[in-house]
């Protein structure tokens, strides 16, 4: 991982005055810098950005770049830049008014006392929970009697908060935990093994855990799981075609653990790979892309060795596939000739297509998940991308749908197929998160514990259409209070995804509903690209297809201006990672409609994405700047490339973070160095010590929220 070197003592000095929260914990601060200084800083506008003549000629097409000195983040003027384009942003952000009232407005909707599904092995549960005031939640352990205790605590293994614990997974005794640790919110990590009953680590420590998520055997002695090269040598980019899948056994040196497939060689595929039959038997799946899925089975064993001995199961289709076992029957759930979704049971001894039987056939709701729990089958619909819970016989006929009051998210769930009951973590835009226990013998839902989130109960959650360019209808979701008047000049945040088949649901968000609890707007449309309608939904958002995407967001946007909701000029959109493409593309299209722009972690040159980060992998979903016409589709859209002198651009707040090494951060420092030379009012903030998903600390999450609802209200006109 590359690592920058920390500002100098002086430049800290400023940034504390200028309202950074977190600095490197291993620097030195002198005196702080006064409000004069940081003024100063403001008055002396955004520094200066060198420009070079660099052109290349791609496919016939001549492509400048004058900002690619700047993505080389290891050089010390790009540091010195990146230094001081977060200083410039921060002393700007720090002016804004209302900052410590909606500060604790905002505390008081994220810093809350909150509990994570839980897990059940054994007679044991586990589970996160936060406290307010806690930096980090920690994992508890809860005993057959009820007894809680911490398990796993990362302030205690890192009292600066930079280090994140991951997708902990008990083993099926729940008598240890295997865990991945992160550092400064990178994908990067380690995996380790504690001791339930003891609380101390085993000596086992697994280098190149990025995507691992352990796989155990019914004894608890081993596990498989997906494993990297622990080599800088390798480049970012081609770091996911070593993938392989390995078997470590306890105790054991992970340089000695042997491979159970692998390495990929591709890109462009993902292995992975989960236990069944309380560990007896392991699924191993192959994702090409976000468009199939390959299934294989095996026995879990610990002295399983080397990539023989895989049984195909779902293999060789042009289409997605997850499975859940009962007595050994295996119920696939995919897309294949079924773009909402189907159900099918596979014999695994004899699994020719032939011989397939269908359990629930395609429906205009979109089966987003179908799992076997105490002898039924849980079926989770999205129904206008809203949730939908049916409970079915193993024979596909409907035992009962589960009652759920208004538009809900189903965030997650988490149940063995052995046990009837399954956690739910259940939401809804104007209603605070809860876990829920379903019990599938007769349908009933119970709460195991509320998340105290104080919600304003005059929130209104409206479920719409759109018109699309193309005539397309498109649902979004509109949350406001019920006085709200429909002026025309309502300050309005419209967000959205739009890829990888990614749903966008109603749940939750602390942001959305502190935003309409001030009077605002907050929109989120159901885009071509995401997952909301199926396989042909997703398609209709990717490749040659991905303008769909943004002339959906386009004509939300528009909407909501036609309706009365809002007005340009009050109209800010929002949008990470994929996301903040689809935010820095009709920012560049269509400047007019928008008042401000908050761009999070984004992907912005679409000619060079693919050389730096995860990009490669990205290739399925959006196509290669290597192929002529592929090449074509990036080249219309791509958000760099169309930023031009003399437009007057949206104001625009760029989120980036110095340690993100899934989207190379490179992206947002070339787009605002491209915004500001064409006159547009441009700040680029950047977290220290975050990733992709942000800075692991509850502190700084919440600075970064307060900092882009100040900026957004005060460029709307709508500062408080």
Same mark, same amino acid.
């Not at 997974?169 to 009953?197: F, K, N």
């Not at 008047?485 to 309502?490: H, I, P």
């Not at 959006?622 to 990036?634: A, I, T, V």
């Given at each position: ?10 430049? $800290? ?13 291993? *620097? ?13 800083? %403001? ?63 905002? %505390? ?11 897990? %059940? ?17 920690? &994992? ?65 420590? @697994? !280098?190149?855990? %990025?995507?691992?998520?352990?796989? &155990? ?25 070593? *993938? ?19 390495? $990929? ?16 038997? &392991? ?51 995919? +897309? ?46 999205? #129904? ?43 939401? *809804?835009? #104007? ?10 013998? +007769? ?12 919600? +304003? ?11 699309? =360019? ?16 429909? #002026? ?92 903040? $493409? ?59 490339? =169309? ?14 973070? +110095? ?6 951060? !490179? ?34 999450? @919440? ?18």
């Amino acid at each position: 991982m590359r690592r920058r070197s920390p500002p100098t003592t002086a430049l $800290l000095a400023l940034l504390t005055a200028c309202g950074q929260p977190s600095v490197p914990p291993s *620097a030195t601060l002198g005196p702080a810098a006064d409000a004069d200084q940081c003024e100063a800083i %403001r008055r002396a506008g955004p520094p200066a950005t060198r420009r070079d003549s660099i052109v290349d000629t791609l496919h016939g097409v001549e492509v400048s770049d004058p900002y690619r000195w700047l993505e080389d983040v290891e050089h010390p003027e790009v540091q010195a830049w990146m230094d001081e384009q977060d200083t410039y942003a921060r002393a700007e952000l720090r002016a804004l008014p209302d900052r410590d009232t909606l500060r604790e407005r905002l %505390r008081a909707k994220i810093d809350v006392a909150s509990v994570g599904l839980p897990m %059940r092995r054994g007679d044991r549960l586990f589970f996160a929970r936060h406290a307010p005031g806690a930096a980090q939640p920690v &994992w508890m352990v809860r005993e057959a009697d009820g007894r809680e205790r911490v398990l796993l605590d990362p302030m205690q293994l890192d009292p600066h908060g930079r280090v994140t614990i991951r997708r902990p997974q008990p083993s099926p005794d729940g008598r240890r935990v295997a865990y991945a640790l992160s550092r400064d919110g990178a994908d990067a990590a380690t995996l380790h093994i504690r001791e339930v009953d003891s609380g101390r680590d085993l000596p086992d420590v @697994i !280098m190149g855990a %990025r995507y691992a998520e352990p796989a &155990w055997t019914s004894d608890g002695l081993a596990f498989a799981y997906t494993g990297l090269p622990d080599d800088p040598s390798i480049p970012a980019p081609e770091l996911p075609s070593h *993938a392989e899948l390995r078997l470590h056994r306890l105790g054991t040196p992970a340089a000695d653990d042997p491979v159970l497939y692998g390495p $990929l060689g591709d890109t462009a595929t993902f292995v992975g790979v989960h236990a069944t039959d309380q560990g007896r038997r &392991w699924v191993l799946s192959l994702h090409h892309g976000w468009s199939a899925t390959d299934l294989y089975l095996r026995e879990a064993s610990a002295y399983a060795r080397g990539s023989e001995g895989w049984q195909p199961l779902f293999v060789g289709h042009p289409a997605h596939g997850s499975v859940s076992f009962a007595d050994g029957r295996a119920f696939v759930l995919t +897309d294949l000739d079924a773009p909402r979704g189907r159900v099918i049971e596979i014999d695994p001894a004899d699994p020719q297509p032939s011989r397939w039987r269908e359990v629930v056939p395609q429906r205009e709701a979109t089966l987003q998940s179908a799992t076997v729990h105490g002898g039924r089958l849980l079926l989770q619909y999205l #129904d206008h991308a809203a949730a939908a819970l049916e409970i079915h016989e193993l024979d596909g006929t409907q035992v009962s749908e589960v009652a759920l009051p208004g538009p809900t998210s189903v965030a997650g769930m988490a149940g063995r197929a052995e046990d009837p009951e399954v956690f739910l973590h259940l939401s *809804a835009m #104007d209603r605070a998160p809860r876990i829920a226990t379903l019990d599938l013998r +007769d349908g009933s839902l119970r709460t195991w514990e509320t998340i105290e989130v104080p919600v +304003d109960p005059h929130l209104v959650l409206e479920r719409t259409t759109v018109q699309s =360019k193309d005539g397309t209808a498109v649902s979004m979701f509109v949350l406001h209070r019920d006085d709200l008047q429909l #002026d025309g000049d309502n300050p309005t945040l419209l967000t959205g995804y739009g890829g990888f088949g990614v749903s966008l649901t109603p749940g939750f968000s602390p942001t959305a509903a502190l935003w309409a609890e001030l009077g605002g707007v907050w929109a989120m449309p159901n885009l071509r690209g995401g997952g909301e309608y199926g396989e042909a939904w997703h398609d209709a958002g990717r490749r040659a297809n991905k303008q769909n995407t943004f002339d959906d967001f386009i004509a939300a946007a528009e909407h909501l201006v036609a309706e009365g909701y809002t007005r340009p000029g009050r109209l800010a959109i929002r949008g990470g990672s994929n996301g903040g $493409l689809l935010v820095g593309a009709v920012s560049t299209q269509r400047p007019e409609l928008f008042g401000a722009v908050l761009c999070a972690v984004p992907l912005l040159d679409m000619i060079r994405f693919h050389r730096f980060g995860a990009g490669p992998t990205w290739i399925p979903e959006y196509g290669s700047p290597e192929d002529p016409e592929h090449f074509g589709w990036l080249w219309g859209y791509s958000p760099l490339h =169309k930023v031009r002198p003399g437009v007057d651009y949206p104001p625009l707040l760029m989120l980036s973070a +110095d340690n993100d090494d899934r989207v190379d951060p !490179m992206h947002a420092r070339k787009f605002v160095a491209a915004l500001q030379h064409a006159g547009a009012d441009a700040l680029l903030r950047i977290e220290r010590g975050a990733g992709h998903g942000g800075s692991p600390r509850v502190a700084d999450r @919440i600075e970064a929220e307060l900092d882009a609802m100040v900026f957004v209200l005060d460029r709307l006109g709508a500062a408080r």
